[in-house]
C-alpha cells in the first residue's frame, strides 16, 4: 500500500530530499510541452479549440473577459485536468498524492487573488475594502488562510482517496473490477479540477469587486 503515498527518490545536493511526485510531475510536463508543439504544428485548430473551451468557462466564472486571467486560470486547469489522472497510467501517480503539491497550487492561488485586487483597486483601495469595518480586518485574515487550506485540502484528499480506492479493489478482487472505478476516479478528477479552478476565479472575482460593493 505504500505507492499510494510518495516516496524519496532521491536527494539533491544530499540534503533536498525528491520525492516520485516531483519526477512525475516533470514526466507530465514535458508530456505537455511535446503534445503542445505537436499540437501546433499539426493540429492547430485543435489547440484553439481547447482554448476557447476554457476561456469560456473562465469567462463565465468570472462574470468578465477572462484573457487577463487566463494564463493563471488556464494553466491550473490543464496541469489539474493531467495531474489528476496522471494516476491513471501504469508506473505513474498523481502529483496530487503529496500534500505538498496542493498547497503549492492553493498558495499560488492565494498570491493571484491579491495580486489582482491590488492591480485593479490600487494597494491602498484594496486594502481598504478588507478592512472595511476595521475590526473585520483579523476576520478576513483568518477566513484568507482558512480558504487557502481548504482549497489545498480539498484537492489532496479527493485524488489520493481515489487512488486509495482503486489500489484496494485491485487487491481483493479480479484485476478487471476496478475498471470501473478507475472511470469513476477519473470522472472525480475532472471534476475536482473544475471546482478547484471555479473557487479560485470566485475569489478573484471577489477581489476585484470586493471595492465595488
Not at 508506473?91 to 503549492?104: E, I
Request: aromatic letters at 12%.
Amino acid at each position: 500500500m505504500e505507492e499510494v503515498f510518495p516516496q524519496i527518490v532521491f536527494k539533491l545536493f544530499n540534503v533536498i530530499p525528491v520525492r516520485d511526485t516531483v519526477i512525475f510531475t516533470w514526466i507530465m510536463m514535458a508530456f505537455t510541452l511535446v503534445a503542445v508543439c505537436i499540437a501546433r504544428r499539426f493540429k492547430p485548430e485543435a489547440l484553439e479549440m481547447f482554448i476557447d473551451f476554457v476561456s469560456d468557462i473562465v469567462s463565465d466564472l468570472l462574470g468578465r473577459p477572462a484573457e487577463p486571467f487566463l494564463p493563471l486560470l488556464g494553466a491550473l486547469m490543464l496541469y489539474l485536468l493531467l495531474g489528476n489522472n496522471l494516476g491513471l497510467l501504469p508506473m505513474l501517480a498523481s502529483p496530487m498524492k503529496d500534500v505538498n503539491t496542493p498547497l503549492a497550487l492553493a498558495l499560488v492561488v492565494f498570491f493571484a487573488v491579491h495580486y489582482y485586487g491590488i492591480r485593479e483597486q490600487g494597494v491602498r483601495g484594496y486594502f481598504k475594502s478588507l478592512s472595511t469595518p476595521f475590526f473585520m480586518l483579523l476576520m478576513e485574515a483568518i477566513g484568507q488562510v482558512s480558504r487557502t487550506m481548504a482549497l489545498a485540502l480539498r484537492l489532496f484528499g479527493n485524488v489520493l482517496s481515489s487512488e486509495f480506492i482503486v489500489i484496494v479493489i485491485f487487491s481483493l478482487v479480479k484485476p478487471v473490477a476496478p475498471l470501473l472505478m478507475m472511470f469513476i476516479g477519473a470522472f472525480s478528477s475532472v471534476l475536482q479540477a473544475y471546482i478547484f479552478v471555479a473557487l479560485a476565479s470566485n475569489y478573484i472575482a471577489a477581489a476585484l469587486g470586493a471595492g465595488k460593493k
